[in-house]
């Protein structure tokens, strides 16, 4: 395989838990995924454990989008960091990424962290965003920070997914596992494993 047929993403709780990322605040880590090439990041439930104020500042840094269509800052209504979509050409496939973050993420940190932030459902956001998203794109993957139950009833749901990357319930579910008309992953957590999944379009499917 070569650069032009690998997508590089994570499902987030990124930068911080991990001694590096607390001395650096995260950016040793963003740093890291700038050098081996990432291209795509959902946010997860940690990703805020700096402040929302780093968090941005680590997004400014990043070479690649750090995104969440279920979350949004109160100021504006509008998805934190911007577009949670991305379309790029893969294999000369032209594949739409999604970013899910993690739904109870002011449950399960500092509160104060993420007072500017709002979390919603990230199941009716895809369902809102992805008719749009597949009219742009031959194959759709969304980086999910649900974790694998919800994964399972977004691919049970939600219509036109082909494979969700997910994260946060830290499984290993390999090989992909197919729910509804789609297909989940999930690579444990913590830097463990590195997950690959070969993605084939024959006749449009």
């Given at each position: 395989l070569g650069p032009d047929n690998v997508l590089l993403v994570d499902g987030g709780d990124t930068?911080?838990?991990?001694?590096?990322?607390?001395?650096?605040?995260?950016?040793?880590?963003?740093?890291?995924?700038?050098?081996?090439?990432?291209?795509?990041?959902?946010?997860g439930n940690h990703d805020f454990d700096y402040g929302f104020e780093r968090t941005r500042e680590l997004a400014r840094i990043a070479r690649f989008p750090m995104r969440g269509a279920n979350?949004?800052?109160?100021?504006?209504?509008?998805?934190?960091?911007?577009?949670?979509?991305?379309?790029?050409?893969?294999?000369?496939?032209?594949?739409?990424?999604?970013?899910?973050?993690?739904?109870?993420?002011?449950?399960?940190?500092?509160?104060?962290?993420?007072?500017?932030?709002?979390?919603?459902?990230?199941?009716?956001?895809?369902?809102?965003?992805?008719?749009?998203?597949?009219?742009?794109?031959?194959?759709?993957?969304?980086v999910s920070h649900q974790g694998s139950k919800v994964d399972r009833k977004l691919l049970r749901e939600v219509e036109g997914i082909d494979l969700v990357i997910g994260a946060h319930s830290h499984d290993l579910i390999a090989p992909p596992e197919r729910v509804g008309g789609g297909w989940l992953v999930q690579a444990m957590s913590d830097g463990a494993m590195l997950g690959e999944v070969a993605l084939s379009l024959r006749d449009g499917k």
């Open positions: 930068f911080s838990d991990d001694l590096l990322g607390n001395l650096t605040e995260g950016e040793a880590m963003i740093r890291l995924m700038n050098a081996v090439g990432y291209q795509f990041m959902a946010l979350i949004a800052e109160r100021a504006t209504g509008k998805p934190v960091f911007g577009d949670p979509t991305l379309v790029t050409t893969v294999g000369g496939v032209k594949v739409g990424l999604l970013a899910l973050g993690y739904h109870n993420t002011d449950l399960t940190g500092d509160r104060d962290n993420v007072r500017a932030l709002a979390f919603t459902s990230g199941i009716e956001a895809a369902r809102r965003i992805l008719p749009e998203l597949r009219q742009r794109a031959e194959a759709i993957v969304v």
